[in-house]
Nanobody, 124 residues
Framework: QVQLVESGGGLVQAGGSLRLSCAAS?????????VGWYRQAPGKERELVAT???????VFANSVKGRFTISRDNAKNTVYLQMHSLKPEDTAVYYC?????????????????WGQGTLVTVSS
């Protein structure tokens, strides 16, 4: 089993900053990738915020480029999202996602594992 726990959300005024953390626990060796961060605002579909791609590259939503930074600490099995210059439209539940191998054979593919989410509310 792999569990992901997000933390760091809260209420912040526009222009402020927050750092979110996503810590993985359980069967860490089953993790294929700590993919990164997504968010879902009320009435909206879940969207990519910032993720790691192959080769160490990163992918950011256009709406957060230049404001958000994604990082990871492999020793702690943790992914971070540093958010600056927050805007009201950043208000959402932020989720982290990992790809987890289905079996030890690695032949059955992987599944997406999500954390419970952490709420970020940005006031105007």
């Amino acid at each position: 089993q792999v569990q992901l726990v997000e933390s760091g959300g809260g209420l912040v005024q526009a222009g402020g900053s927050l750092r979110l953390s996503c810590a993985a626990s359980g069967s860490i060796s089953d993790i294929k990738n700590m993919v990164g961060w997504y968010r879902q605002a009320p009435g909206k579909e879940r969207e990519l915020v910032a993720t790691f791609a192959s080769g160490g590259s990163t992918v950011f939503a256009n709406s957060v480029k230049g404001r958000f930074t994604i990082s990871r600490d492999n020793a702690k099995n943790t992914v971070y999202l540093q958010m600056h210059s927050l805007k009201p439209e950043d208000t959402a539940v932020y989720y982290c996602k990992a790809e987890v191998w289905r079996t030890l054979t690695r032949l059955a593919g992987y599944v997406d594992v999500w954390g419970q989410g952490t709420l970020v509310t940005v006031s105007s």
